[in-house]
Each structure stands twice: as structure tokens, then as C-alpha cells.
């Protein structure tokens, strides 16, 4: 089990913290060769002298996920580096303070589309061509949330954000399913990360609302138990498993 990703080459955006970080840590674990991508800097630096025992099989580089070229470019750098990619995970994604769409201006919803929906877009549509073109099939995972499965988990746009990667998700597995393109979305519930570091005031109806979808939750997952299905979900053993969304949530969902 420990090397069911030899060969495999994987990109991982958002790869720098939390989940993305503990993908490209179980990716390369599995021996695989990595491409973490991020927006912030010091998270990559940090993340290579982390792993540096895995020496050239990571690679880092600044990305933001919102810029269709940068997403591109991406693709295009570890394709040039390694050789060639099988794997992608648009992991990236922000939160939006719960706003509820009363309280909600159009830059946040913009923001929330550009970074949460429009990179996921990219990322695929670049994936799908560059996989087309080899004739070997490929995998595409897209970090989705539990957000994208109910309405109660988050504020109105990173709630629509999801619910349209999940979408996106079953699109491209249906479209594709004939060339050995896989595409599958996880769905995390709350997940012990640095997502929520940057949220301001959070809004007051937003908290008083997610706190009763809360109460069903018995406590937050840890980025390990996320990986892990990313993991499954990158290798042969999910072979067959296409257009699927896996929740990963203790149960929170079930309540
Ligand atoms: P995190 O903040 O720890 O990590 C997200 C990473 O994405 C950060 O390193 C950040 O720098 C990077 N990022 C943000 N904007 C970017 C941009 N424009 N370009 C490139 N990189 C960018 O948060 P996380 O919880 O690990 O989030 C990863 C994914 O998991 C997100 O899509 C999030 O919506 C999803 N998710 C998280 C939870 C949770 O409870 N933590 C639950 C469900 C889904």
C-alpha cells in the first residue's frame, strides 16, 4: 500500500496548509512525484525543508488559482519538470465569512467564484486537454465540502461555489468517462486547518444559523483523515469509481 502512486506524477493547489499540504504529504509517501502549488510563499518554503528527504520529487511553486494563465502554467511546469502529470487536485479554496446573501456584496461573491470555482474550472479544462492529448487517461480530484451537499454548513457564496464544483465534478466524469479520465470530488466536513485563520467577523445570522447545523457534528476531522481519501481516490483501487462525491465528515452529514 505504501507505493500505490510509484510513477504517478500529481499537482496539488493549496498544497502549502492544511488538507492540500497533507495530500502531498500521503502523494508522496505513496511515491509519487509532487507539484504543490499556493499562493503563499513561506507555506512552500516551509513545505520543502519539511520533505526534503524527498529531494526532486517535490516541487513548489507560487500559483494563484484565480489566474487562468498561472493555472496553466502550472500544468505546464510539471509536465516540463517531471515528464509528464496523472493526477491533479484543485484543493485551493477560501470562506466567506458565512454571509448570508443579504449581507453579502458582489466582491465577495466574485472572489469567492474566481478562487473557489474558476480555479477548479481551469485546473480540470487544462487537466482534461493535457490528458486527451497523452491517451493514457488521467485523474482529476476536486476538493469540494460538505458545503457543497447541504446548505447549512456555510455563508450563501462559498455554499454555491461547492455545490457548482460538485457539478463541474459529475460533468466532466460523465463527458469523459469513455478516455480513462476519472474526476470525483471529496467532500469534507470541518477540518482542523488554517482556513478559518483569515476570517474577520463572521456574520452574526450566518454563526447563529451554522451553529445549529453544528450541533450534529461530534468534532472536527483532521487533514490526515482527508488525505486519506484523496489518496484512495487517486489510485487503481478507485478504478472504478467516477463522478462521485465522498463525504468525509464523522457522520455530521447524517444528523
Ligand atoms: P487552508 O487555509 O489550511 O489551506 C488552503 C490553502 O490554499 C492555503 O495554503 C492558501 O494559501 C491556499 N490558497 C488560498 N487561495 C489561493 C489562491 N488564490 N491560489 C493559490 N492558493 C490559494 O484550508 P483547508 O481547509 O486545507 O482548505 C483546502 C480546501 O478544503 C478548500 O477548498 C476548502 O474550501 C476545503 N474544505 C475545508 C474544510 C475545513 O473545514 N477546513 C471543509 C470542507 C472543505
Known amino acids: 500500500p505504501h507505493s500505490v502512486l510509484e510513477n504517478q506524477v500529481a499537482v496539488i493547489t493549496g498544497g502549502g496548509s492544511g488538507i492540500g499540504k497533507s495530500i502531498v504529504q500521503r ?3 505513496a511515491g509519487a512525484s509532487c507539484l504543490a502549488a499556493d499562493l503563499n510563499e513561506d507555506s512552500l518554503n516551509a513545505l520543502k525543508d519539511e520533505f526534503a528527504a524527498y529531494g526532486d520529487k517535490l516541487d513548489v511553486m507560487k500559483v494563484d488559482v484565480s489566474n487562468r494563465a498561472a493555472v496553466e502554467d ?3 511546469h510539471a509536465v516540463g519538470t517531471f515528464g509528464k502529470m496523472d493526477i491533479i487536485v484543485n484543493n485551493a479554496g477560501i470562506m466567506d465569512n458565512l454571509l448570508p446573501i443579504a449581507e453579502m456584496d458582489d466582491d465577495v461573491w466574485e472572489r469567492l467564484m474566481k478562487v473557489n470555482l474558476n480555479s477548479v474550472m481551469y485546473g480540470t479544462r487544462k487537466a482534461v ?3 486527451l492529448e497523452r491517451g493514457e487517461g488521467g485523474v482529476i480530484i476536486n476538493t ?3 458545503s457543497g ?3 447549512g454548513r456555510g455563508g450563501c457564496a462559498y455554499t454555491a461555489s461547492k455545490f457548482a464544483v460538485v457539478g ?3 460533468n466532466v466524469a460523465f463527458m469523459y468517462a469513455d478516455t480513462g479520465i476519472r474526476c470525483n470530488a471529496i467532500c469534507p466536513g470541518n ?5 478559518g485563520v483569515g476570517m474577520r467577523q463572521p456574520s452574526e445570522r450566518g454563526m447563529a444559523k451554522a451553529t445549529t447545523g453544528y450541533a450534529g457534528a461530534t468534532r472536527s476531522g483532521t487533514p490526515e483523515e482527508i488525505s486519506a481519501a484523496a489518496l484512495f481516490l487517486a489510485s487503481d483501487q478507485a478504478g472504478f469509481i467516477n463522478g462521485e462525491t465522498l463525504t468525509i465528515d464523522g ?3 447524517a444528523y
Open 191 to 195: 477540518t482542523q486547518t488554517n482556513i
Open 251 to 253: 457522520g455530521w452529514s
Open 74 to 76: 502550472m500544468v505546464d
Open 129 to 131: 486537454r493535457y490528458f
Open 27 to 29: 502523494f508522496l509517501e
Open 168 to 170: 463541474l465534478t459529475k
Open 144 to 146: 469540494a465540502s460538505l
Open 149 to 151: 451537499l447541504c446548505a
